[in-house]
């Protein structure tokens, strides 16, 4: 039987996105991913570029709003945000729930080394909470 995870973040443009790509190359087949946003705040380029560096490719990944009907039918939903935990549409009981605070690496500033090293972090610790999930 098909499980449904969704990762939900504020503007579903960098920490959802990165869960996305991870979560689809790392959990079983059976697993249907998904990812999406209070707000639609479009696909990160640092986000893209830092997957790629670990040979994922989310170039072609949208940012969408929640769907509250394939929320309703998920498994598992994931926040990555507190915005995301305290603004979520109200799901089932059968709904299970992770909040993985992670700080938006589009909020880091400083040189572009340092921002892209606040991505890689970010991006490093959601690979190790999906492996988690198996």
């Not at 790629?52 to 969408?64: H, K, L, R």
């Not at 970010?122 to 999906?130: G, Y």
Request: contains cysteine; charged residues 20%.
């Amino acid at each position: 039987m098909t499980k449904q995870i969704y990762f939900l973040c504020t503007g579903n443009s960098c920490r959802s996105q990165m869960a996305e790509g991870f979560a689809k190359q790392l959990l079983p087949a059976d697993w249907t991913v998904a990812s999406a946003g209070i707000e639609q705040h479009g696909l990160n380029p640092r986000a893209v570029q830092v997957m790629a560096e670990v040979g994922i490719d989310i170039s072609q990944q949208q940012s969408t709003l929640i769907d509250p009907a394939y929320l309703a039918q998920c498994d598992l939903v994931v926040t990555l945000c507190g915005d995301a935990r305290d603004r979520c549409p109200v799901t089932p009981p059968s709904v299970k729930k992770l909040h993985w605070p992670l700080p938006d690496p589009a909020q880091a500033t400083g040189t572009e080394d340092a921002q892209l090293s606040a991505f890689r972090s970010v991006r490093d610790e959601i690979k190790q909470r999906i492996l988690a999930l198996k």
